[in-house]
């Protein structure tokens, strides 16, 4: 029942859960890996900066500025001050963008995914119409973006009629498209990519990246007409065109907004003991980015993971971890990160490294809750103790595989999941510690009615209203109630039990029978035939009188037990708080 009710109240929380044992299970959630697009932030991205023409342009996107009437996107090292013509270049990476804007601009609506919406949303307002710009250079073939790849390639047609070549664009993790480069556009001319320019890139990408914002990389490449003629088959399953020695056009760097209540969620999960971690599929960046992701709260001490020498590894708390160096760590070395650092970004990772991931932290035998909302994300939810799909942007087969579903997308929820898992436990153990405090004062009755061979201090009648009615009352500490500190001193019942076994005696010495002369009358007391029981002062008693006695003996006894219980169940609900500081709630 408690977790039924825990389940519904987390469904009215944005927490669907699925299985009830993942109740349970989440309130001793000790680790978290969480996603961070969309459920630590907004994933509402807007461009920030561009890198071209080895410059770093800052992007205001706002549409409030007025150019001829309309809103327009501005580029350059000062605001208002308009990019050199090697941003010409960076527009093309739209062309193969998924995304559609629904509307007219600017009061539209962009549908698809938010990295592509908001390069949409910026190239509409630096180049014009992306509808116009797709139907002069028309789509030929894909290769869709997957987390191995790490890329999204597409081949247009050009919109110059005298010029039949085809246009190949590529946009992704910077460091994949640059690996697949080997000249560099400046100033409207392709450059050899030396090592001058591949430093002033990484410069760039480490300064973009260190800023807390998802770094792209753009390229594009003429495939010759003699190779690629009119009408070519391009097979996008059996690549049969070139995928290397492109030009690289630039960078361009996204903000996501975090969500507004994540800082208190994470600072709630730390000082609950739970340890977070973000395992993303993005630039590690600098501690800047680390700050921008769990707030400025951080745990103080030393950084590591990116800048070489800052710290010894086990002196830092912090770190961030890169897919390409997770992917030649051994089991112990990833055991040796996990146990020695408190928080860590594991960045630029596979669906399968996070699998591996949530393996390390089992082997750790922490109780492990991760995120994802992909299909790839499927081994890893299921391998974790609670795996946590999207509701908004996570996949069916994401949805099947987890345990619950966020269906407002928001790290909260899975706190607010955890603090209604902690809290079914503490209510589990106000309701039995009530029902045993009633137990005590009904069996107590029977062992000195066996033992001491006294008159029956309580009846079945009367124990049975107890347990078919304040018994029953439980189910008010199994609702929420604020939190109070643990108490491991249950109430142990004796209050209640003396306060019946008081009112017995006295019932019984009002009419002449004192506890001296109770030891030992049972068999006397409940023989029919003994009509001229003497009482300690002489008076007798019949059978019937003596009956009327004991029931009155019962109906004292329990009205004791229930007045009592009605201040344990204050007790209970409480526990150590005052009642003046908890309140009758």
Same mark, same amino acid.
């Given at each position: 029942?408690?977790?039924?009710?825990?389940?519904?109240?987390?469904?009215?929380?944005?927490?669907?859960?699925?299985n009830l044992e993942a109740v349970e299970t989440l309130g001793s959630t000790s680790t978290i890996c969480s996603d961070k697009t969309g459920t630590l932030t907004q994933n509402r991205m807007t461009v920030a900066h561009m890198w071209f023409d080895n410059q770093i342009h800052e992007a205001d996107t706002t549409e409030d500025q007025s150019e001829s009437g309309g809103s327009r996107v501005?580029?350059?090292?000062?605001?208002?001050?308009?990019?050199?013509?090697?941003?010409?270049?960076?527009?093309?990476?739209?062309?193969?963008?998924?995304?559609?804007?629904?509307?007219?601009?600017?009061?539209?609506?962009?549908?698809?995914?938010?990295?592509?919406?908001?390069?949409?949303?910026?190239?509409?307002?630096?180049?014009?119409?992306?509808?116009?710009?797709?139907?002069?250079?028309?789509?030929?073939?894909?290769?869709?973006?997957?987390?191995?790849?790490?890329?999204?390639?597409?081949?247009?047609?050009?919109?110059?009629?005298?010029?039949?070549?085809?246009?190949?664009?590529?946009?992704?993790?910077?460091?994949?498209?640059?690996?697949?480069?080997?000249?560099?556009?400046?100033?409207?001319?392709?450059?050899?990519?030396?090592?001058?320019?591949?430093?002033?890139?990484?410069?760039?990408?480490?300064?973009?990246?260190?800023?807390?914002?998802?770094?792209?990389?753009?390229?594009?490449?003429?495939?010759?007409?003699?190779?690629?003629?009119?009408?070519?088959?391009?097979?996008?399953?059996?690549?049969?065109?070139?995928?290397?020695?492109?030009?690289?056009?630039?960078?361009?760097?996204?903000? !996501?907004? =975090?969500?507004?209540?994540?800082? $208190?969620?994470?600072?709630?999960?730390?000082? %609950? /003991?739970?340890? #977070? &971690?973000?395992?993303?599929?993005?630039?590690?960046?600098?501690?800047?980015?680390?700050?921008?992701?769990?707030?400025?709260?951080?745990?103080?001490?030393?950084?590591?993971?990116?800048?070489?020498?800052?710290?010894?590894?086990?002196?830092?708390?912090?770190?961030?971890?890169?897919?390409?160096?997770?992917?030649?760590?051994?089991?112990?070395?990833?055991?040796?990160?996990?146990?020695?650092?408190?928080?860590?970004?594991?960045?630029?990772?596979?669906?399968?490294?996070?699998?591996?991931?949530?393996?390390?932290?089992?082997?750790?035998?922490?109780?492990?809750?991760?995120?994802?909302?992909?299909?790839? !994300?499927? =081994?890893?939810?299921?391998?974790? $103790?609670?795996?946590?799909?999207?509701?908004? %942007? /996570?996949?069916? #087969? &994401?949805?099947?595989?987890?345990?619950?579903?966020?269906?407002?997308?928001?790290?909260?929820?899975?706190?607010?999941?955890?603090?209604?898992?902690?809290?079914?436990?503490?209510?589990?153990?106000?309701?039995?510690?009530?029902?045993?405090?009633?137990?005590?004062?009904?069996?107590?009755?029977?062992?000195?009615?066996?033992?001491?061979?006294?008159?029956?201090?309580?009846?079945?009648?009367?124990?049975?209203?107890?347990?078919?009615?304040?018994?029953?009352?439980?189910?008010?500490?199994?609702?929420?109630?604020?939190?109070?500190?643990?108490d491991p001193r249950f109430p142990a019942g004796m209050i209640q039990a003396l306060g019946g076994f008081f009112a017995y005696f006295v019932i019984l010495a009002e009419n002449g029978f004192l506890p001296s002369c109770l030891v030992g009358i049972r068999l006397r007391w409940d023989d029919r035939t003994i009509n001229d029981l003497e009482d300690s002062y002489g008076q007798q008693w019949?059978?019937?009188?003596?009956?009327?006695?004991?029931?009155?003996?019962?109906?004292?006894?329990?009205?004791?037990?229930?007045?009592?219980?009605?201040?344990?169940?204050?007790?209970?609900?409480?526990?150590?708080?005052?009642?003046?500081?908890?309140?009758?709630?």
């Open positions: 029942v408690c977790l039924t009710l825990t389940a519904k109240r987390m469904a009215r929380k944005n927490c669907l859960v699925k501005r580029f350059g090292v000062s605001r208002g001050v308009r990019g050199s013509g090697g941003s010409r270049g960076v527009p093309g990476g739209v062309l193969g963008c998924g995304s559609r804007i629904l509307g007219r601009f600017p009061q539209r609506d962009v549908a698809g995914d938010a990295s592509e919406s908001a390069l949409l949303k910026c190239i509409e307002l630096s180049s014009g119409s992306v509808k116009v710009m797709r139907e002069r250079n028309k789509k030929v073939a894909e290769i869709p973006f997957n987390s191995t790849n790490k890329y999204q390639l597409s081949i247009h047609e050009t919109e110059d009629p005298n010029d039949n070549r085809y246009l190949l664009v590529m946009k992704g993790a910077p460091e994949r498209i640059l690996d697949r480069c080997s000249t560099i556009l400046l100033q409207g001319k392709e450059q050899p990519l030396d090592e001058e320019m591949k430093e002033a890139f990484q410069n760039a990408y480490l300064e973009l990246g260190g800023l807390g914002e998802r770094v792209l990389g753009f390229c594009h490449f003429y495939l010759p007409e003699e190779q690629y003629p009119k009408g070519f088959a391009f097979d996008c399953d059996d690549v049969n065109f070139a995928t290397d020695n492109l030009c690289f056009v630039g960078l361009m760097s996204m903000i !996501d907004p =975090p969500r507004a209540a994540v800082p $208190d969620a994470v600072g709630k999960c730390r000082s %609950a /003991g739970i340890k #977070v &971690s973000q395992v993303r599929s993005r630039f590690r960046g600098s501690r800047a980015l680390f700050r921008v992701h769990f707030g400025d709260f951080g745990v103080p001490g030393p950084f590591s993971g990116f800048i070489p020498g800052i710290s010894g590894p086990r002196d830092a708390k912090a770190c961030v971890i890169h897919g390409t160096d997770l992917k030649d760590m051994s089991s112990e070395q990833i055991d040796e990160i996990l146990q020695n650092h408190t928080e860590i970004v594991f960045a630029r990772t596979s669906p399968q490294q996070k699998l591996i991931i949530v393996e390390g932290c089992q082997r750790q035998g922490a109780i492990v809750a991760v995120t994802g909302d992909g299909v790839n !994300d499927s =081994p890893a939810l299921k391998k974790a $103790d609670i795996g946590v799909a999207m509701g908004i %942007a /996570g996949s069916d #087969v &994401s949805k099947q595989a987890a345990d619950m579903i966020l269906l407002d997308d928001n790290f909260a929820s899975i706190v607010t999941g955890v603090e209604e898992g902690r809290l079914i436990f503490d209510n589990l153990k106000k309701s039995i510690a009530y029902t045993l405090t009633s137990n005590i004062p009904e069996i107590t009755p029977f062992l000195l009615f066996i033992m001491a061979n006294i008159p029956l201090p309580l009846g079945t009648i009367t124990i049975l209203c107890i347990d078919l009615g304040t018994d029953m009352v439980p189910l008010g500490p199994g609702t929420p109630c604020p939190p109070c500190p643990p019949t059978y019937e009188q003596r009956k009327v006695v004991e029931f009155t003996c019962h109906t004292a006894f329990f009205a004791s037990i229930v007045v009592v219980q009605w201040a344990d169940l204050i007790i209970c609900k409480t526990r150590r708080n005052s009642v003046f500081q908890q309140g009758m709630k």
